[in-house]
């Protein structure tokens, strides 16, 4: 009789796994859908200037645009998101960055540009927030994070190389923007796995906004979103001329967009050991010794004179940032397991990120490349003095939250 039992337990137990794959790509194709933009915006960059006769400064300050927007929706999602369907939300926005793309893809003004980025920013955010909420929902957040983005990473990593020999290159930047409509589109039906909400008398009985304000863990949360808005704003700039920093170093188009995807493949290993570490060790050490890696590469990126020192600096800033960004969110999940911290904090990431071109671009207009390795290593070191203060009690023990 005691030897029925277990046989029972376990036959049972194959219904989490299946969960579990398929919410692991139903988010992974969120952020694929919310990011794939971002990924392409350095090689976007030189056909934007020429196809619309625009400087550097003019660009960056679109893609400035494009950003901002995606991070104040993904914030205004964070409310919501507790509350509402992740798969209805995901697919809607979805559906606004196809239309962007394809009407970007047709228009020779400038300013109907601007416009369609700024709208496929919107549609990103949501289809990206729907994704992070979701796996913040789950039992084990740390580790759905750290899963999904190596799946996602593996798609993403992936883009440079195809879009440059099937849409850039033969196609032109036209080709290039049906080309990340066209891969939405594809990535489309697996947002239906997103999970609902979990039930919360006190997300149901107030609003949006005041739902995100009533999280639990308030001073924390807004603290590390301040040191990620700060760290962020100059990895977003060093991003955005990332496909300079490869000429510069000798390697022409074909070879940047083989050898960056070939570096975020390998650079998934980050991920790999932040799946494996877990939180044995907290957050504090993790995120701090994770971002002064990152900062570190991208200063060195800024000064890369050779191929082979811009694949390895390449590699430690890819490896470094997927090793983090798990125990980050996962640290936002236990503030909160509605997930409205991890989502607001991933919108303050992507708020430096709309920072960080802009001023990257008015840097090199005026001073060159030189000046510009100063930027992420101030806003770097701003960055992880903020997190040793904030994590100095919270983040020392695993799941902290719970004391």
Request: with cysteine.
């Amino acid at each position: 009789m005691t030897d029925s039992n277990p046989p029972a337990t376990d036959e049972t137990a194959p219904a989490a796994p299946r969960l579990s794959i398929l919410l692991v790509l139903s988010c992974s194709a969120a952020w694929v859908i919310a990011q794939q933009s971002f990924y392409a915006l350095p090689q976007l960059l030189e056909p934007i200037k020429v196809a619309f006769d625009r400087s550097d400064e003019v660009v960056t300050r679109m893609y400035g645009y494009e950003l901002f927007v995606f991070a104040i929706v993904a914030l205004a999602a964070a409310g919501p998101l507790s509350r509402y369907s992740r798969v209805v939300v995901a697919l809607f926005g979805a559906s606004v960055a196809v239309i962007a793309g394809i009407v970007s893809a047709l228009t020779d003004s400038y300013s109907v540009l601007v416009v369609c980025r700024i709208l496929l920013g919107a549609g990103g955010a949501l289809a990206g927030a729907a994704g992070t909420a979701a796996a913040a929902s789950s039992r084990n957040p740390e580790r759905v994070y750290a899963v999904v983005i190596i799946v996602s990473q593996v798609v993403l990593a992936l883009e440079p190389a195809w879009l440059e020999r099937f849409a850039l290159g033969p196609f032109g930047l036209a080709g290039g923007f049906y080309g990340l409509a066209i891969a939405t589109v594809l990535l489309m039906p697996f947002l239906i796995w997103l999970l609902p909400p979990r039930p919360s008398e006190s997300a149901e009985a107030t609003g949006a906004w005041a739902a995100l304000l009533q999280a639990p863990n308030r001073a924390i949360a807004v603290a590390a979103m301040l040191a990620l808005f700060i760290y962020e704003t100059g990895q977003g700039g060093i991003w955005t001329y990332l496909m300079e920093f490869g000429r510069n170093s000798g390697l022409d188009d074909r070879s940047y967009g083989d050898s960056i995807a070939l570096i975020q493949l390998v650079a998934l290993s980050g991920s790999f050991l932040a799946y494996r570490v877990g939180d044995r060790f907290g957050s504090k050490w993790p995120i701090v010794l994770g971002i002064g890696a990152n900062v570190a590469a991208a200063v060195g990126l800024s000064y890369s004179t050779s191929p082979i020192h811009f694949v390895v600096l390449n590699f430690v800033w890819f490896g470094a940032y997927f090793f983090v960004v798990p125990y980050l969110l996962g640290l936002m999940a236990r503030l909160d397991d509605l997930g409205r911290w991890a989502v607001a904090v991933d919108a303050m990431w992507w708020l430096g990120d709309a920072a960080g071109p802009p001023v990257a671009g008015m840097i090199v207009e005026r001073s060159g490349f030189e000046l510009l390795a100063a930027f992420p290593l101030s806003t770097g070191v701003i960055c992880i003095a903020i997190f040793m203060k904030v994590l100095r009690r919270f983040g020392n023990e695993p799941n902290a939250s719970e004391a």
